[in-house]
């Protein structure tokens, strides 16, 4: 079983500067993926960046990118140059392969990301 | 939308009625899921599909059941709707399971009176 834990309910961010996105998760998979999704008020879920936990290099989509700590368990998405359209729910998933292959993603309850203009 | 629907968007329903809402692909993905999502809760797993009439049940799937006898299908049936079952449900697909991208529907906001 995984679980996903996003400590930080809301975030408030002035356009065009940095803010960082904390997840924690807890899975005792060894092979394992990491994805970031945004909501914005249109109820849409979007992939905004997906991270193979075999991987040591952090995965980037342009101005989106994460720090990846597997040993302390840690996804935290950063977002530079925000912009007005960045504004959104974000969540942080997981998934292990437990042998199936076909299990659903674990969220985490959202981070409500705030673009201050 | 990567191609899926989701109907009916919303509706309202009255407590102990049956519900069905149906998702559709035209990706032909093998794999299909209906969530839940709940303020506070993120999105939690209903039940999730590997291939047509097979299904298996997820984190929250009292109360629910579904079907799959075509490939671009996936039903999520509410025998007898409860006020518990008031949320917004998704439909997920992905072509490898869940280490691959899903990609989400928009979404059936439900409500139960």
């Known amino acids: 079983a995984q679980t996903v834990t996003q400590s930080q309910p809301e975030m408030s961010v002035q356009e065009a500067e940095t803010v960082t996105l904390s997840c924690t998760y807890d899975?005792?998979?060894?092979?394992?993926?990491l994805f970031w999704y945004k909501q914005p008020p249109s109820r849409q879920m979007i992939l905004v960046i997906r991270q193979e936990a075999y991987k040591q290099q952090n995965a980037t989509e342009n101005r989106f990118s994460v720090n990846f700590q597997k040993a302390a368990k840690s996804f935290s998405l950063k977002i530079s140059d925000s912009q007005l359209g960045d504004a959104a729910m974000y969540f942080c998933a997981t998934w292990g392969y437990s042998g199936g292959g076909a299990d659903g993603l674990t969220f985490g309850k959202g981070t409500h990301l705030i673009i201050q203009p | 939308d990567a191609g899926i629907t989701q109907s009916p968007r919303h509706k309202v329903t009255e407590t102990g009625t049956p519900v069905t809402l149906r998702c559709h692909q035209t990706e032909n993905h093998r794999y299909m899921y209906w969530y839940r999502q709940d303020p506070g809760h993120g999105l939690r797993l209903i039940h999730y599909?590997?291939?047509?009439?097979?299904?298996d049940k997820g984190e929250v799937s009292d109360g629910y059941s579904v079907s799959r006898s075509k490939t671009e299908d996936f039903l999520l049936t509410l025998e007898s709707a409860t006020s518990s079952q008031t949320s917004v449900y998704f439909c997920a697909i992905s072509p490898q399971g869940g280490q691959n991208i899903q990609y989400f529907g928009a979404g059936t906001r439900l409500s139960v009176l």
């Open positions: 599909s590997y291939g047509v009439k097979d299904t």
């Open positions: 899975t005792s998979e060894s092979d394992y993926y």
